[in-house]
Each structure stands twice: as structure tokens, then as C-alpha cells.
């Protein structure tokens, strides 16, 4: 079996290496390093969780600890698709560049200009960046990228779902045409592969598996159920997701909740915690210094349960969590298998569990269909499913009642259970986005005001 000690690292590295306790490199690394350290470029076909980030770090280093920066010209560049990314990278390069002297800077959002100009200025080995930032700091004449020796691109497929790809096929034509770069996608998307073949030059190819072949130790499980009413399957859902949890008592020590939509993210967070849980929730609309604290505290096992979208959640390196529950099915396939992935890392077992209504079932089958396995159904953990109310009765009901808002009445039934009663107002945010309700036993508009009447009456005069 290869150890790092025959990949030809640098002492320096090596002993970081050990030091942070590896001693077999991953099969990326064992594929990637030798290349990168022979400078050649490098397509690294890999996803997070592979062990990709030491892949091009640890060569990055041995290669920069020769020579020095000078200053608003980095020596080398890394691009991730979103800051917890970059700031993850960062933090590697900390790790193992702890015997050599380099300096880096982070650009990225949420993080003064002032202060990384001021390390730009100084000049800087490693340059780690989200690609509009990088963009925003050159345009305002702060740096030069013709002094990169190594470009890396983390990521790619994510970058591609998030519009960045004009950007870094700038930024590409920025640095020098002689740069070495490595490049990692979890995929290769038609648009990815043109990337590749116009900017890497005979990159060495090193694909592993993918991590839906090496997933045996998370057991998976799906609850496939009917809310009893459309205007009900947020809240039927939310009940569903406390059982599944309660369910697993002690054993689920910390847990990843993926929503589909950010929207849902906080309102899954907030019911969460109205009963109890300790949830918060992180999404790409929250301040950086929420976000981190968020991660900070998940990680040192504050917060017990986090409530995710994938952008928000893709690349983080939280290594023991117990549980992964998706509150829906993802609607891309590949999705499920980042999330799952979020557990049972490194051998350790894990568990991830599914929610599936009707209107999931097309994309539930297209994750079958990837993984090409059944997910095991399980029964659904709430005893019983409350039932419809006839709507008969409702029509009967007297007048004060039928003028309850769909919304309070929606909110009802989340009280189902014995967790502590909300305050009077508590049901409003968690069912802002409660699906269609259009049934007759809906008084009023609910939540759905149709939109002439937003309209402005002077709008409507002066067109
Ligand atoms: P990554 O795919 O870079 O996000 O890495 C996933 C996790 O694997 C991180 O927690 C790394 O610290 C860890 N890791 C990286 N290299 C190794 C290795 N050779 N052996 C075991 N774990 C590793």
C-alpha cells in the first residue's frame, strides 16, 4: 500500500502530514500529488469527502516553499464556489503548511477589503478566492494575476450550477498561458469538459469513485407519504421529520437537515427549535459571521441539528455527523449523494433518511435509478396521520371559526404532539410557504392573493 512517504513530499509537508494524522493517502491524492508535484496539469474527477483538498495543497506547498512573492502578484490561486469553501481551504493550507514559511490571503465576501489588500500589497504565495471577489479586488487595480504559477479551480461543477463559469474563464485569461492548473468536478458536465480541453493542457486524469459506491456504512431509509390535504404537507412533513428524530433518541448525536429550498430552510429551523430542538439553520443568505458561527457551533457540538441547502452545505468538512435527513427529495440526483455523503465518513457508520411525498416520487426514483438500489421504505413514524376533516363539518363550523386565517389554522396541526405549546403568533413563519391550498375548506385568499390586486392603481392609470 502507497504511504505519503512515497509520493515524494517534502520533509516539511510530510511531517504536517503525519502530524495531522494520515498516513495512506486517499486514492485522489494517491493519483493527483505526483503529477502536481511533476508539474503537470491535473483533472482531479472527485467530490468532497475524497480527501481532493491535501490532493492539491500538500503538492502546492512543496512547489511554493521555493521562491518568493512579490508584492500584488500571488504565486498561486485557488477558486472555490462559495467562502465556507474557501475558508476550508484556507484552513488546510494551515494545517500542513505549518513547517514552511508561506503567506496567503482569503478573498472573500463578508471579509474588509482593507485587510487583504493590505496582505495583497505585501504580497502573497497562495491567493484563496471566490471568483467574484477575486474579480471585484483586480478591477479595482489591486493585484495582477500574471505572476500565477499554479491555478487551482475547486469545485467546477458547483461553480457551473452557480453561474460562475464566465468568471472564470476570465480569470483563466488573466493568468499566465505557462501557469500549471488542477482542476476538480464532482462531474464533468458538457460545459466543464469545454473548459477543461481550452485551458488545461495534457492534464494527467485522475477519476475516482464515486461516493455513492463507497457509501456501504450509511444506512439509508425513505418515509414515503400523502399529507392528508395539499395545504397540509409542510406541517405533516415537519411532524414526520420530529418522529424520524425522536425516533433515534441518543443515537443521532448531531444531524444535517437538507431542505430543497432556502425559504423552507428557515422555516424548518424555526418549527425546530419552536419545539425544542436545538436547530439552526445556514444558508447562502445569512451574514458571513452568522454563517460561521452557525458552523463553529455545529462543529463543537453546540448546535445538535443544521438545517441546510446544498449550495450552503456543499464542501463543508464537518467529519462526524451521526445523521443526514432530507426533508425532500433533491430534484438532481447527484444532490442525494452529497448529502448522504455528509455522513458516515471515514468508515464511520451513518445514518440518512429521507422524506418523500407524492410530488417527490419522479426525483426519489431518479436517485434509485443513480444508485441503483432500492432506498428501504420505512413506516411513517408518526403513529397515526391526522386525518382530513370531513369538509362538511368545517362548512358547518361557526362563523367566528371559518374566519380563521388559513394560516392559524394550518398551524394547527403542528400541535399534535407534546412538545411545548408555541406562542400565539408561532405558527406564522413556519407555514409562509406551505404548498397550493386551493381547496374549498380554505376561507379567504390564505396566502394567496392573486396578483392584479398587488397591482398600483397609478401603475394601471398611466399605462
Ligand atoms: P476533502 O475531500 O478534501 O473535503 O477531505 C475530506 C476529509 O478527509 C477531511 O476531513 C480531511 O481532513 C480528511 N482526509 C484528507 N486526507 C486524508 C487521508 N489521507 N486519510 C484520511 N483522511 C483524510
Known amino acids: 500500500m502507497t504511504k505519503f512517504s512515497d509520493l515524494n513530499l517534502s520533509p516539511k509537508v510530510l511531517k504536517a502530514v503525519e502530524e495531522a494524522g494520515y498516513e495512506t493517502p486517499t486514492p485522489i491524492q494517491e493519483g493527483a500529488i505526483p503529477h502536481a508535484l511533476d508539474g503537470k496539469d491535473v483533472l482531479g474527477i472527485a467530490q468532497t469527502g475524497t480527501g481532493k483538498t491535501a490532493s492539491f495543497t500538500l503538492p502546492m506547498i512543496c512547489k511554493l516553499a521555493r521562491g518568493r512573492a512579490r508584492a500584488r502578484m500571488p504565486r498561486s490561486l485557488v477558486l472555490c464556489p462559495t467562502r465556507e469553501l474557501a475558508a476550508q481551504v484556507a484552513e488546510n493550507f494551515d494545517t500542513y503548511s505549518k513547517y514552511v514559511k508561506l503567506t496567503k490571503a482569503l478573498l472573500i465576501g463578508g471579509v474588509s477589503f ?92 485522475i477519476e475516482v469513485a464515486r461516493q455513492a459506491t463507497a457509501s456501504e456504512t450509511i444506512e439509508q431509509g425513505a418515509v414515503v407519504f400523502k399529507p392528508s390535504r395539499k395545504d397540509r404537507e409542510g406541517s405533516e412533513k415537519r411532524k414526520v421529520l420530529r418522529a424520524l428524530i425522536d425516533a433515534e433518541g441518543e443515537a443521532c448525536t448531531n444531524a444535517i437537515i437538507f431542505c430543497n429550498r432556502k425559504v423552507d430552510v428557515d422555516v424548518v429551523a424555526k418549527s425546530l427549535k419552536k419545539y425544542g430542538y436545538n436547530a439552526s439553520p445556514i444558508h447562502g443568505d445569512l451574514d458571513q459571521s452568522q454563517r460561521t458561527k452557525t458552523l463553529d457551533g455545529f462543529r463543537n457540538g453546540d448546535v445538535r441539528l443544521l438545517i441546510a441547502s446544498d449550495v450552503a452545505a456543499r464542501g463543508l468538512d464537518i467529519p462526524a455527523v451521526s445523521h443526514v435527513f432530507n426533508f425532500d427529495v433533491p430534484s438532481h440526483a447527484e444532490d442525494y449523494v452529497h448529502r448522504i455523503g455528509r455522513t458516515g465518513r471515514a468508515g464511520r457508520s451513518g445514518k440518512a433518511f429521507t422524506i418523500c411525498t407524492p410530488r417527490d416520487e419522479k426525483y426519489f426514483e431518479a436517485v434509485e435509478k443513480l444508485l441503483q438500489k432500492e432506498i428501504p421504505r420505512l413506516d411513517n413514524p408518526v403513529a397515526e396521520a391526522p386525518a382530513p376533516a370531513p369538509v362538511e363539518a368545517r362548512e358547518d363550523t361557526p362563523k367566528d371559526d371559518t374566519r380563521k386565517s388559513s394560516r392559524s389554522r394550518r398551524s394547527d396541526s403542528d400541535k399534535g404532539d407534546s412538545r411545548p405549546s408555541r406562542s400565539k403568533d408561532s405558527g406564522r413563519s413556519s407555514d409562509r410557504r406551505s404548498g397550493g391550498g386551493r381547496d374549498k375548506t380554505v376561507v379567504g385568499m390564505g396566502d394567496h392573493m392573486p396578483e392584479f390586486i398587488a397591482l398600483s392603481f397609478e401603475e394601471r392609470r398611466a399605462s
Open 114 to 205: 482593507k485587510e487583504q489588500d493590505q496582505l495583497i500589497d505585501k504580497g502573497v504565495d497562495v491567493l484563496i478566492a471566490t471568483p467574484g471577489r477575486l474579480l471585484d479586488h483586480f478591477e479595482r487595480g489591486k493585484l495582477l494575476l500574471t505572476g500565477i504559477e499554479i491555478m487551482v479551480v475547486d469545485e467546477a461543477d458547483r461553480m457551473l450550477d452557480m453561474g460562475f463559469i464566465p468568471d472564470i474563464e476570465r480569470i483563466f485569461s488573466l493568468t499566465p498561458f505557462t501557469r500549471q492548473t488542477l482542476f476538480f468536478s464532482a462531474t464533468m458536465a458538457p460545459e466543464i469538459e469545454r473548459i477543461t480541453n481550452t485551458f488545461l493542457s495534457a492534464p494527467a486524469r
